[in-house]
């Protein structure tokens, strides 16, 4: 069974640029979970999305944003990028449903020079 | 707020040398604590939840414990593949997000 994947899997852009991010879920999963992971921090909650709308979101901008699709596949978006934006972006999916374990892709690597 | 804390940061052990990695956790209301291995620039890869106090999982070298303020993974005889960086999370009821904490480096030595 495929696991969760992401792409691209490595990105570059300059300060100010803005940046998509895709997730496509493991078979069946329909909640897409985003969290972010700097350098020497844990990872970070960004946004929660579950049969196509946003449940939850973490303590960040709106420049931060996303979206899933009807196929349950998820785009994370950020505008106007900034230095600290750099880090590792996770996607995970899970099931729906109480104490469904969340599955993670390997990640994007995000550097904003 | 949720708060996950976990010790040591970095750990090194000869290959064989069992021990402990801690996390302690502050939340109101535990729906679940999850521990999952990450291997540099990869993806969290999942090991355990655990849901009440008293509760115990196992899995190859690992075993996973939980009481109300903390979790230990215990690990046995550990090889050098066993090295990674450990995390742990928890999630509330009510809140589909997980805590993370920052994680214990291992590091086993052959």
Known sequence: EAGVTQSPTHLIKT???????????????????????????????????DEGEERNRGNFPPRFSGRQFPNYSSELNVNALELEDSALYLCASSLSGVTATQYFGPGTRLTVL | EDQVTQSPEALRLQEGESSSLNCSYTVSGLRGLFWYRQDPGKGPEFLFTLYSAGEEKEKERLKATLTKKESFLHITAPKPEDSATYLCAVQHFGNEKLTFGTGTRLTIIP
């Open chain 1, 15 to 49: 300060r100010g640029q803005q940046v998509t991010l895709r997730c496509s879920p493991i078979s069946g999963h329909t909640s897409v979970y985003w969290y972010q992971q700097a350098l020497g921090l844990g990872l970070q909650f960004l946004l929660w999305y």
